[in-house]
């Protein structure tokens, strides 16, 4: 499989940004991309840094809607899958979704962060309901897909199930700012989850400086080896290609040990908590 990560800033003009977009994905195609994933909220200002003002569902739109069917068509076009986030309305209801397009165009299904937090400058509770459609994968024709949105990274549980439900590799959509955490704290979380799951993990990070925020880039992909592969550089615009050998899946520790001495019957009381 060759991935593309697209590491882009946001304006606070969506349609220009989507248009960017668009653009990014055609030239990861034209550079060999079978799979293009993007960032958290890749085409608009990130919202959480402020506080939410009142009823927030006129920034979200549906999915499917125009962005989602803007890249429908170019995925159908090109024959890539298409890994999006944004901000999406449902009802009465919002959520942080990654739509997954497959290379046909085909809308397999949404992924919707499930953890929601709240801190200063990721005032995330006003803005998102909790994600309910599980931690699903998707039979692309690239490869087994999982989406992990960014917050959603830090729970083992979560990540776990990915494993579980089949994923070769695992997208993750993250906003993640300049000294936000320890040096070096995201790489080696989804290092180890990639070794403890046997799946290759590809963070791709917002980038650009915002109203209280300064994302940092540096997205990376990581084998199931627990080794990072490609790495993104900071503070700037780019495309970050990877290609990785999704034979390394079946042979990791993970799926030749880990996963088959797992005692599940166990588990369930010791996290009942």
């Not at 220009?16 to 799979?35: D, P, S, T």
């Not at 402020?50 to 170019?74: I, M, N, W, Y």
């Not at 499930?114 to 994968?137: L, N, R, S």
Request: aromatic share 10%.
């Amino acid at each position: 499989m060759k991935i593309a990560l697209v590491q882009q800033k946001a304006s606070r003009d969506k349609q220009k940004n989507a248009a960017r977009g668009l653009e990014a994905a055609r030239k990861a195609a034209g550079e060999g991309a079978e799979v293009v994933g993007f960032a958290e909220l890749a085409f608009e200002r990130f919202y959480p840094q402020r506080p939410a003002a009142g009823d927030v569902k006129h920034l979200a739109e549906p999915v499917p809607g125009p962005v989602t069917e803007s890249f429908q068509e170019l995925a159908a076009e090109l024959g890539i899958v298409v890994v999006l986030n944004l901000f999406e309305r449902e009802g009465d209801k919002t959520f942080d979704t990654s739509p997954v397009i497959d290379a046909d165009g085909t809308l397999l299904g949404r992924t919707r962060m499930v953890h929601i937090t709240e801190y200063e400058c990721f005032h995330e509770q006003g803005y998102y309901d909790e994600g309910d459609k599980g931690a699903p994968v998707y039979s692309t024709r690239a490869g087994k897909i999982g989406v992990a949105i960014c917050y959603d990274r830090h729970y083992p549980e979560y990540m776990r199930a990915l494993a579980l439900n089949g994923a070769e590799v695992v997208v993750v959509p993250q906003a993640g700012a300049v000294g936000e955490w320890p040096e070096g704290l995201y790489e080696a979380e989804m290092r180890v989850a990639a070794f403890q799951n046997g799946y290759f993990t590809a963070l791709c990070n917002r980038v650009g400086e915002e109203e209280c925020l300064t994302f940092s880039g540096e997205s990376f992909v990581c084998a199931p080896s627990g080794c990072v592969i490609e790495r993104a550089p900071a503070l700037e615009e780019t495309i970050l290609h990877a290609e990785l050998d999704l034979e390394a899946v079946a042979h990791s520790h993970a799926r030749e040990l880990f996963l088959r001495d797992r005692r599940p019957e166990l588990y369930a009381d010791w996290l009942a908590r």
